[in-house]
Structure formats: structure tokens, C-alpha cells
């Protein structure tokens, strides 16, 4: 079997989402990520940044739903991912942004350690690798969002990043 570039890296964002690995992408998902964040972080689930990442993680799965769950059975198959996601967010990375944006506004307000707006560039890479992006990449990743490279990363700069790597280009 012959498998592209462009199949390999569908299949890594698709495993990203699948955060359980059951072959489907659902609520259960967006919620684990949730709990991992904040466990990754030390963060109380009922605590307010607690509470703001759960529901940025319900409004993440409902717009991932509205876009992609084309039988509204609640859950977004490979199939569903590759012909609807990756399709129309590659079309429209801002609307993934917009999507996504609540979600990772709190998860930066459970990584933001310093408390003072940014989180760091070793900050970012953990929470990265908790949404799926690969643990070698992650670092790589977070470093290259540094453009000033002061060690501070702010919440524009991740938005647009996460937007990029899930938006896989052709
Ligand atoms: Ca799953
Ligand atoms: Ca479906």
C-alpha cells in the first residue's frame, strides 16, 4: 500500500482529535483533552479556568460537528474528517481558528504559569503535545512561533499555528 505524505499527515491530525483512539472523533474527545490539559497543568477540573477549558472544549466539538458530522450521528468518522475538515478548513483556516479559538484561549489561561498574558516556549510545546501534535515536532513547533525570541509566546501566534498544522495543505 502506498501511502502519501499528505494521507500520513490526515491520519496524525485525525489521531490528534481521537484523543481516545476508538476510530471516531466525538464530545468524549474534546472533553479528554480537556481533562488532560488540566491534569498536565495540576489544574482543578472546578476551578474557573477549569470550568472556561470544558466549555472551550464543548463550543471546539460543535463546531468540529457543524462542519464535518454530515449524518449527525454525533461522531466524525475518518472518512467524515478527510471529506468535510480537512477539506473546508483548508479552504477556510480562519474558520477553524474561530472555532478552535475559545478552546485554546483557555488552555493558555491554565498554561500561562507566569500569570502575565504568554506562556512560554516550554509551556506551549506541553500543551501541544497533549492536543496530539508529535512530542519531537511539539518543541519545534513551539520554538518557531517564538519570532522575537524572548521565550514568550502569545495567543494570536498559537491560534494561527494550531490553525496551520490542522489545516494540512495538499
Ligand atoms: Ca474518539
Ligand atoms: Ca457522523
Known amino acids: 500500500m502506498v501511502t502519501s505524505e499528505y494521507e500520513r499527515r490526515i491520519a496524525a491530525r485525525f489521531a490528534g482529535f481521537d484523543q481516545d483512539g476508538n476510530g471516531y ?3 468524549e474527545d474534546f472533553s479528554a ?11 482543578a477540573a472546578r476551578s474557573d479556568r477549569g470550568q472556561a477549558l470544558y466549555v472551550g472544549a464543548e463550543a471546539f466539538w460543535q463546531g468540529m460537528a457543524g462542519i464535518a458530522d454530515r449524518d449527525g450521528d454525533q461522531r466524525i468518522t475518518r472518512e467524515e474528517f478527510v471529506n ?9 483556516p480562519e474558520r477553524f481558528a474561530e472555532i478552535a479559538r475559545p478552546f485554546l484561549h483557555a488552555a493558555l489561561a491554565v498554561a500561562d504559569t507566569a500569570g502575565d498574558g504568554t506562556v512560554g516556549v516550554d509551556n506551549t510545546a506541553r500543551v501541544l503535545t ?30 494561527l499555528a494550531f490553525a496551520r498544522y490542522f489545516t494540512v495543505p495538499e
Not at 483533552?33 to 489544574?43: G, I, P, R
Not at 468535510?84 to 477556510?92: C, F, G, M, P, Q
Not at 492536543?131 to 519570532?147: H, I, K, P, S, W
Open 84 to 92: 468535510s475538515a480537512v477539506k473546508r478548513l483548508r479552504d477556510n
Open 33 to 43: 483533552a480537556a481533562k488532560a490539559l488540566l491534569a498536565e497543568f495540576d489544574t
Open 130 to 159: 497533549v492536543l496530539g501534535v508529535a512530542e519531537n515536532l511539539a518543541g519545534q513547533v513551539a520554538g518557531a512561533l517564538d519570532t522575537d525570541e524572548d521565550g514568550r509566546i502569545g495567543e494570536e501566534e498559537i491560534v
Open 25 to 27: 472523533i466525538d464530545r
